[in-house]
């Protein structure tokens, strides 16, 4: 199974968790805390109806699953503290109302170790008996799969920068591909002849059908997880290939030279259908977009010495 993982910024996962935040309690529900003036007592977001007070927070990814759930448990127990130590301010902020649950709201929870650490930490606020705290007080992680797809994709939507990490396919995908792509391999060793030539070819296509396989498995990834933004960025695609299956390459140079060129225009329009999408992923779409056209056709060298 592939792993596609976003990388967030802390400001872009609390905008995202905020999106999230709204569409489980309402929008008129969901209160924020600055942390500018004077910390933000352990947590970022609170809704007083419900009792529940969320914090926020993302690592640097990518990382392994011992890293980022150590990493999430001492955010846990950081943030509780300051929870306990402010908890006057605590209990004022929701109205006297006993706070039932605590979440940690995270891009990505897989290890159970944090569930363990989770009821630790409930066991041992609970015998605190802090008046700031329900008797039944809960300490939880969620990630986005708590969350009803609709509103997943509706806080993907919300955030002003969008940046997944896409793995490179394996050497078994490659071959699968390779075993049953003939023609469009055929179709890509006679173009991309013109522009390295026979000696190099084979490494050619090689890199080509890797730049495919990465842009189909980005795509796929923002079709399920921000679909408005996939459909603006279909839509550019589609746009080029309709240009250059009508009028063919911008330039009538060598295959350098039409590639570059035809790789600088499709940025260009990605980076207008998809401003919030990261330099990295754009580019990553562009090159496989140019290796499909390649593969398949418009994009051909017929002025190629």
């Not at 995202?16 to 969901?30: C, E, N, W």
Request: aromatic share 6%; glycine share 2%; hydrophobic share 40%.
């Amino acid at each position: 199974m592939t792993i596609v993982q976003q990388i967030w910024n802390p400001d872009d996962w609390e905008q995202f968790a905020f999106s999230l935040l709204q569409s489980r309690h309402g929008p008129l529900d969901v209160h924020k805390i600055p942390s500018e003036h004077k910390g933000d007592l352990g947590i970022d977001y609170y809704c007083i109806r419900d009792a529940v007070a969320y914090q926020c927070y993302s690592v640097d990814e990518p990382i392994d699953i011992l890293t980022r759930a150590n990493r999430q448990q001492n955010k846990i127990t950081r943030d509780l503290k300051k929870l306990i130590d402010n908890h006057s301010e605590v209990h004022k902020l929701f109205v006297s109302k006993p706070v039932k649950h605590w979440l940690l709201l995270v891009p990505r929870h897989d290890s159970k170790d944090v569930n363990l650490h989770c009821a630790k930490k409930t066991a041992e606020l609970r015998a605190t008996n802090c008046p700031a705290l329900d008797h039944e007080f809960e300490v939880s992680i969620q990630d986005p799969t708590a969350f009803p797809t609709w509103a997943t994709k509706a806080a993907a939507n919300s955030v002003s920068h969008l940046q997944l990490s896409i793995p490179e396919p394996s050497e078994e995908e490659l071959e699968n591909w390779v075993a049953s792509s003939n023609e469009l391999l055929a179709n890509a060793t006679r173009k991309l002849s013109k522009k390295v030539g026979p000696q190099s070819v084979d490494d050619a296509v090689a890199e080509a059908v890797k730049y495919f396989l990465t842009a189909e498995r980005l795509l796929d990834a923002l079709r399920n997880g921000a679909p408005d933004l996939h459909e603006s960025i279909v839509a550019a695609i589609n746009t080029r290939v309709r240009r250059l299956t009508f009028a063919g390459p911008s330039c009538e140079a060598n295959a350098n030279a039409v590639i570059g060129a035809e790789v600088d225009l499709l940025i260009a329009s990605l980076q207008k259908a998809a401003p919030n999408l990261s330099d990295e992923n754009t580019q990553e779409i562009a090159f496989g977009k140019i290796s499909d056209w390649i593969l398949r056709c418009p994009l051909d060298f017929p002025n190629a010495q």
